[in-house]
């Protein structure tokens, strides 16, 4: 039962005014609870749900048998789309919300949203039927006291606007096309128990009542919330977070519908309980007259910053008329949100757990993308060719271990090194001045700026290569050496020790 918006009446108001005007305002907020839920779960014992097979209940009785089944329905489906079509694997999908209804929607290159009608699933005009408008250029600025912060701009960088639910209606339509799939909407993963040659999971129906079903490898793709991956790291499924929200609204004053605001910061850190945060909004043209914005900030998952979306929202409604001015016929269509996952890899390639004997994690419960500009989407549409074959091979050859599931990964050493950065970007109040991160990154901007258009486009869309970064860094450094300082503020001997062991594993890595 959704919670009443009255809740949240003098807690947050902004948010309380904002979502009463929305015909599903209660639904929202019931969701946004859910993923606050994971601030809790970070400091309660990790609760088991991967059991040993012989303590399936005696009485389970098997509903169903595929190759796969799909816990969470987002992502899962463009991969499950491949799955069937491609391979003629039997695959089941269940959410515990909607399947193909997502809380967000997603911005890419045409070029790279091309890699899903490479796979022979998606037709070029299918895919270009989900873009629903494209910038002519996209920018980046930081904000400066004296208003001469440099704005980088590029071109052919997160420049299409992406319909999700559209194409993943489109991929669900493909999944369900073929008979013998099965796609279940409120249902939710409860546990699964491992067998040898197989792995029986456990999901609970709307009333709570329990179903099994029987599949060679459960596939997790539960995102963020993702109970598996909890499991499988220990409690510490992520080393840092970036909570996101943000509407899908028209009626603001004087947007450019041509272009992309990428990442804008319009003011220094703002001190909370607990730290501080530097905000950070994105506006992205949507179709027709929508309009996106989101708020957002880098944080380590641990920190004791309040990083609840929920208050994180109550920000967004107070300050976004200063960024972008709502006019008379200002209208919210739908508020998006989310909390995006960072994995920082201890090690010289990947060392978080992705895997267990016929369990694979995708997506965000796998926490491989980079949580810089790109996530979870850009990752899955770049990997999506080698995650579906791979799979298909280890589901031919029987080879379903951990072992060898584990090679399936989205990991990406220039990802992994990326991601690093986003440490100078977690405002702390206790080392930073309150306009430290822009300052820094107002430095990355300007060197950027010097440099030919094609590293500035390879560092936001994930393609940079080892001695382009060191190049950047190694002119940051030289123009602002604060950055070393902040280097050991930030991370010190263990985090730079493990930036290095990321960098080292990049540079000897067959794809630099
Ligand atoms: C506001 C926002 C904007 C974004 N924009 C971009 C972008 O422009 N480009 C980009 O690359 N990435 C973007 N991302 C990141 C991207 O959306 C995610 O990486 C992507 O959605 C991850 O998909 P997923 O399927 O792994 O997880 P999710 O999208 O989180 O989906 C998980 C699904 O699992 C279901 N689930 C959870 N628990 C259970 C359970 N116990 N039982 C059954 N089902 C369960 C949930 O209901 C949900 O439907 C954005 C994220 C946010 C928050």
Not at 398 to 423: D, G, R, T
Request: aromatic share 10%; glycine share 6%; charged share 25%.
């Amino acid at each position: 039962m959704p919670l009443s918006l009255d809740h949240i009446k003098s807690s947050h108001p902004h948010l309380h005014r904002a979502f009463s005007s929305l015909v599903d305002g209660a639904l929202h907020l019931h969701r946004i609870i859910e993923f606050d839920r994971y601030w809790e779960r970070l400091r309660q014992p990790v609760h088991n749900v991967i059991m040993p097979g012989d303590t399936l209940p005696e009485n389970a009785v098997i509903s169903g048998e595929y190759d796969l089944i799909y816990a969470g329905g987002t992502l899962s489906l463009l991969h499950a789309a491949v799955m069937v079509k491609k391979y003629g694997r039997r695959v089941m999908i269940f959410d515990r919300q909607t399947p193909a209804k997502s809380t967000r929607d997603w911005n890419i290159s045409r070029n790279e949203l091309l890699n899903l009608s490479s796979t022979g699933i998606f037709t070029e005009s299918e895919v270009d039927s989900v873009i629903v408008r494209r910038y002519k250029t996209g920018w980046v600025e930081f904000y400066q006291p004296d208003g001469r912060q440099k704005r980088l701009v590029m071109e052919n960088v997160l420049d299409c606007a992406v319909a999700a639910d559209k194409l993943l209606g489109l991929a669900k339509e493909k999944v369900l096309a073929i008979a013998g799939n099965t796609i279940l909407a409120e249902n939710s993963f409860n546990s699964c128990y491992q067998f040898d040659d197989h792995i029986v999971v456990r999901v609970d129906d709307h009333d709570g009542k329990p179903f099994y079903y029987k599949s060679k490898v459960l596939v997790d793709v539960m995102g963020i919330l993702s109970p598996i991956a909890m499991e499988l790291n220990a409690g510490s499924p992520q080393t840092h977070v970036c909570p996101t929200v943000g509407t899908i609204a028209s009626g603001f004053e004087n947007v450019d519908f041509d272009t992309g605001e990428i990442l804008a910061s319009i003011g220094p850190a703002e001190i909370i309980p607990g730290g501080g945060r530097q905000l950070i909004w994105e506006g992205f043209p949507a179709e027709g007259k929508e309009y996106i914005t989101y708020l957002f900030f880098y944080d380590e998952a641990e920190s004791p910053n309040d990083k609840s979306l929920l208050g994180l929202f109550e920000t967004y409604f107070r300050t976004l008329p200063a960024y972008k001015k709502p006019g008379a016929d200002f209208l919210i269509h739908r508020p998006v949100y989310g909390i995006i996952p960072a994995y920082c890899h201890d090690g010289f390639n990947r060392t978080r757990e992705i895997a267990d004997e016929h369990i694979i994690l995708f997506g965000d419960a796998a926490s491989l993308g980079s949580p810089l500009t790109f996530c979870g989407f850009g990752s899955m549409v770049r990997n999506l060719d080698h995650l579906t074959a791979d799979l298909d091979r280890a589901l031919s050859e029987n080879n379903l271990s951990k072992k060898h599931l584990e090679k399936i990964s989205a990991y990406e050493p220039n990802v992994a090194s990326m991601a690093n950065l986003m440490k100078y970007m977690c405002y702390n109040a206790t080392t930073d001045e309150p306009n430290f991160v822009n300052d820094l990154m107002n430095e990355v901007m300007i060197v950027l700026d010097d440099l030919p258009q094609r590293y500035r486009q390879a560092m936001f869309r994930d393609e940079m290569k080892i001695e382009e970064l060191l190049l950047v860094m190694f002119r940051v450094a030289w123009r602002y050496p604060r950055v070393l300082r902040a280097t050991w503020e930030k991370l010190g001997v263990p985090g730079s020790l493990s930036f290095l062991k990321n960098l080292a594993g990049w540079a000897v890595s067959p794809v630099r």
